[in-house]
């Protein structure tokens, strides 16, 4: 089982919906990341979380640290928004290493 | 942007063939990160620096060396390169307030 688990790994609607993507963890960590990769982009950090709830613009990051799970919400889904999303976690221990989940591909059509 | 960049962005070299990528920073960030991004498997660690020659082993290490002389460098080297080293390699950063920031790749094919 990955210490990172992300669902669902593909994702398509239309635009204007409300969107969800889930990250379970089963590891000790001192924060959760999400990153955005545009195809054949590179990777842009949207949120980092230790606890709680973040927005910016559309999107909205929360975590729950007791049950080990995050989710990011974006609202009035844009084409724009089509991208891979990928949760991480910073390990507690050593160098924090990250750990990643496989991805979410989100498409958005018109 | 923590101001990362990599060198080259893209090549096509030889198997067989040494190969080195640069990472280089302008922020005297301390830790320093290089994956590698294939298909199936997402996100891979390759090696990471937590200081000026301290470095340590990721989980896919196997055939890379760094290096890290200066604050601002972390050299990732292909000894001799092979065909399942064909990938994208992405360097990155952590900042004193915990945010990733990650250089925009290099792609590299091995021949």
């Known amino acids: 089982k990955n210490e990172v688990e992300q669902s669902p790994q593909n994702l398509t609607a239309q635009e204007g919906e409300f969107i969800t993507i889930n990250c379970s963890y089963s590891v000790g960590i001192s924060a959760l990341h999400w990153l955005q990769q545009h195809p054949g982009g590179g990777i842009v950090s949207l949120f980092m979380l230790s606890s709680g709830k973040k927005k910016h613009g559309r999107l909205i990051a929360t975590i729950n640290i007791q049950e080990k799970h995050s989710s990011l919400h974006i609202t009035a889904s844009h084409p724009r928004d089509s991208a891979v999303y990928i949760c991480a976690v910073s390990q507690l221990q050593g160098a924090q290493k990250l750990v990643f989940g496989q991805g979410t591909r989100l498409t958005i059509n018109p | 942007d923590a101001g990362i960049t990599q060198s080259p962005r893209h090549k096509v070299t030889e198997t067989g063939t040494p190969v080195t990528l640069r990472c280089h920073q302008t922020e005297n960030h301390r830790y320093m990160y290089w994956y590698r991004q294939d298909p199936g498997h997402g996100l891979r660690l390759i090696h990471y620096?937590?200081?000026?020659?301290?470095?340590d082993k990721g989980e896919v290490s196997d055939g890379y060396s760094v290096s890290r002389s200066k604050t601002e460098d972390f050299l990732l080297t292909l000894e001799s390169a092979t065909s399942s080293q064909t990938s994208v390699y992405f360097c990155?950063?952590?900042?004193?307030?915990?945010?990733?920031?990650f250089g925009e790749g290099s792609w590299l094919t091995v021949v």
């Open positions: 620096s937590y200081g000026v020659k301290d470095t």
């Open positions: 990155a950063i952590r900042s004193a307030g915990n945010t990733i920031y």
